[in-house]
């Protein structure tokens, strides 16, 4: 049977969740390019989104940047760690007032109960907190019961391989990730960015 691989930090820990916080933008500059990415995306898509869903959403760095573009979206930002939403409030501000925090971790199987439905879903470096791959498709598929008629669901993650991570059970091939969309019924898949071994996918 195949085993989980274990985290070397534990987010829920605000010691933990700081540091993480600290270092995640100066180790990977780019990740401005994928939020821009992101908003590009959304204000692209030819429907109006009026609530966005964050899986994973951390300390906030994806949130500020959407609700920066998209002012007058509802948010949704689902995290299992308290610690990661005390400072995503503070980072947020002001902007924090449309934002519901939901601590709520998306390896339980009732994660997505009572959310309602979105125009869009979104993660960042977050789906591999599942802890192996194989579990990728069926949170693919949880999403997409979420998803309005026309929603796009948006993900950006490591990836394993050439210029990417070693570790081939934790983090899915770019072409891994694209056949995990599929298998989760979504019928359309692009790529929209790599870069320094991030690959961001729209699937629709």
Known sequence: ?????????????????????KTAMSKRPWRTEFFEA???????????????LELGSGPGFLAEHLLGALPEVEYVALDFSLAMHELAAKRLGLLGSSVQFVERSFREPAWSNG???????????????????????????????????????????HFAGEGGMSNDQLYMTVAEQAAAFASAGFAKVDQVLLKGGLVLHRAC
């Open 1 to 21: 049977m195949l085993s989980d691989v274990p985290s070397p930090i534990d987010l829920r820990l605000m010691r933990d969740a700081r540091e993480w916080e």
């Open 38 to 52: 992101f908003a590009s995306e959304i204000l692209s898509s030819g429907i109006r989104v009026r609530r966005i």
């Open 115 to 157: 959310l309602g439905q979105f125009g869009c879903i979104v993660t960042n470096q977050a789906v591999h907190e599942l802890r192996h791959k194989r579990y990728a498709a069926e949170l693919h598929q949880q999403v997409r019961s979420l998803l309005l008629p026309g929603g796009a669901y948006l993900v950006c993650d």
